[in-house]
């Protein structure tokens, strides 16, 4: 197992500040000492259409020369322009689905593999099964298209943002309908305590299937500070033979936070549990 840490808490993530660029964000977190840096596809960092041929060169330079990988890709699904796969709006779903396709193509020109997948929310007059249908019908081009990139997809449960999918079993049937080789699952251990579930259930449910972890405690704090037992799911990781990345997704939800503070306390635990 490796770590690995998201870049939201040093982006402009939900909230405007705290904000690095990203060669600033590259360099910190690697010296902290990661195997690994999860890239928020967002402004200033890594919005697609702002990030030319030139730059993509230089940002996969300065991964290699800061001895870090790229472990995955994000898109930031909420906030004006919207990428809702299961928006009432064919333009937005449409949108969404270009979006996506373009982070699967940075994902790959960065060095990257495998890119997350929010499956969006149903709007208020929608029935339950067509946002659905809407949703999976997305993933499936998604799928398509990324697996000529050699990108994986994995489908997030976010129970604490979104009421589609948001649970273990919810993402399990979302790839599993897909029906695509490059689909996978992954969870967040913030979504499984927002469900009051214990996080070693989504691995052994999810098995094989799992191909990547986001780690945060209550509130978004980082590993140590909450209730999670990280022990036992490691334990657990171990037994399923999981060997991919733990990313931190922690403190990006506020401005009063220090980010280099929280990266390095959230390595200083969990590096000792995976070595």
Request: net charge negative; glycine share 8%.
């Amino acid at each position: 197992m490796k770590l690995s840490f998201n870049t939201w808490v040093y982006s402009s993530f939900p909230v405007w500040v705290p904000s690095y660029p990203l060669d600033e964000t590259i360099k910190r977190i690697a010296r902290i000492g990661y195997d690994g840096v999860e890239i928020g596809a967002a402004s200033p960092h890594a919005f697609p259409d702002y990030v030319g041929k030139n730059r993509r060169r230089e940002i996969k330079s300065m991964l290699e020369s800061n001895g870090i990988a790229l472990s995955s890709m994000l898109p930031a699904p909420g906030g004006g322009p919207g990428f809702n796969a299961a928006s009432p709006l064919p333009e937005e779903r449409a949108n969404t689905i270009d979006q996506y396709i373009k982070v699967a193509q940075l994902c790959s020109d960065l060095g990257g593999s495998r890119i997350l997948y929010v499956a969006g929310w149903q709007v208020f007059g929608t029935a339950t099964e067509q946002a659905w249908d809407w949703s999976r019908d997305a993933l499936t081009v998604i799928a398509k298209a990324a697996a000529d990139m050699g990108v994986t997809v994995v489908v997030e449960p976010t129970s604490a943002d979104s009421n589609l999918v948001e649970s273990c079993g919810g993402a399990l049937r979302m790839m599993r309908e897909c029906g695509r080789q490059n689909v996978k699952v992954m969870f967040d251990t913030y979504h499984a305590l927002y469900r009051n579930e214990v996080p070693t259930d989504y691995v052994y449910q999810m098995g094989k299937d799992l191909d990547h972890v986001h780690l945060a405690d209550v509130g978004r704090a980082a590993p140590g500070d909450g209730r999670v037992d990280y022990r036992a799911l490691v334990a657990s990781l171990m037994d399923v033979g999981f060997d991919g990345y733990l990313t931190m997704e922690v403190g990006f939800d506020r401005r009063a936070v220090e980010p280099d503070m929280i990266a390095r306390r959230a390595f200083e635990y969990m590096k000792p549990l995976v070595r």
